[in-house]
């Protein structure tokens, strides 16, 4: 069965980091992009960031370019979302998303096969 598990949200205060976690099981995962989305109630789901497994190849949005690190341990099967600097604008429920390919740089969530449930990221000012 395929799986992606987030974890590492929380509450933290605006300038803090926090690092999520996205454990995929039941796919070739060196064969697949990972990508991180986040949602508020209300709103659209946006893409945040993407990985390419195969070569480590990345993408990420405007808003949290220079912010953001994304990557990918393969002996784990693991993504990483370091998040650095974290803004109020960035709460959100943020969740880990899987596809077949080597495309990283779009972020309709039609394309994405799997999605894990998501964890709570929350920064106060």
């Known amino acids: 069965e395929v799986q992606l598990v987030e974890s590492g949200g929380g509450l933290v205060q605006a300038g803090g980091s926090l690092r999520l976690s996205c454990a995929a099981s039941?796919?070739?995962?060196?064969?697949?992009?990972i990508a991180w989305f986040r949602q508020v109630p209300g709103k659209e789901r946006e893409g945040v960031s993407c990985?390419?497994?195969?070569?480590?190849?990345?993408y990420y949005t405007d808003v949290v370019k220079s912010r953001f690190t994304i990557s990918s341990d393969t002996a784990k099967n693991t993504v990483n979302l370091q998040m650095n600097s974290l803004k109020p604008e960035d709460t959100a429920v943020y969740y880990c998303?899987?596809?077949?390919?080597?495309?990283?740089?779009?972020?309709?969530?039609?394309?994405?096969?799997?999605w894990g449930k998501g964890t709570q990221v929350a920064v106060s000012s």
């Open positions: 998303a899987a596809r077949e390919g080597i495309i990283i740089n779009n972020f309709s969530t039609a394309i994405y096969d799997y």
């Open positions: 039941g796919f070739d995962f060196e064969d697949y992009a």
């Open positions: 990985i390419r497994n195969v070569d480590g190849g990345t």
